[in-house]
Nanobody
Framework: QVQLVESGGGLVQAGGSLRLSCTAS????????MGWFRQAPGKEREFVAT????????DYADSVKGRFTISRDRFKNTIYLLMNSLKPEDTAVYYC???????????????WGQGTQVTVSS
């Protein structure tokens, strides 16, 4: 069974930092891009960040550029999202995703995690 499991979510004060992790299992993820999406209450799921399977290329939504950093550990089949300078508008369920080849900013991906809640208080 292919499984993506997120962790690291929680409650943090505005201006603080949080690091999310996502570990993939159940198959080889060679050549799979991975990334993060989020969905806030009352809003559609939106792209946050993606990283190529080698870790050599990254892309970020404009809303998080300069604040969030995505990284990847292929040995552990794990990606991370370091979130700095968090704002209340970052509050959302954050979902990990994996897609063969590139991910870009697509909402449809091969595999999804169940999500982890991030709440930023003011």
């Amino acid at each position: 069974q292919v499984q993506l499991v997120e962790s690291g979510g929680g409650l943090v004060q505005a201006g603080g930092s949080l690091r999310l992790s996502c570990t993939a299992s159940g198959r080889s993820f060679t050549n799979y891009a991975m990334g993060w999406f989020r969905q806030a209450p009352g809003k559609e799921r939106e792209f946050v960040a993606t990283i190529s399977w080698t870790g050599g290329s990254t892309d970020y939504a404009d809303s998080v550029k300069g604040r969030f950093t995505i990284s990847r550990d292929r040995f552990k089949n794990t990606i991370y999202l370091l979130m700095n300078s968090l704002k209340p508008e970052d509050t959302a369920v954050y979902y990990c995703a994996a897609n063969y080849g590139t991910m870009g900013r697509l909402k449809a991906n091969d595999y999804w995690g169940q999500g982890t809640q991030v709440t930023v208080s003011s």
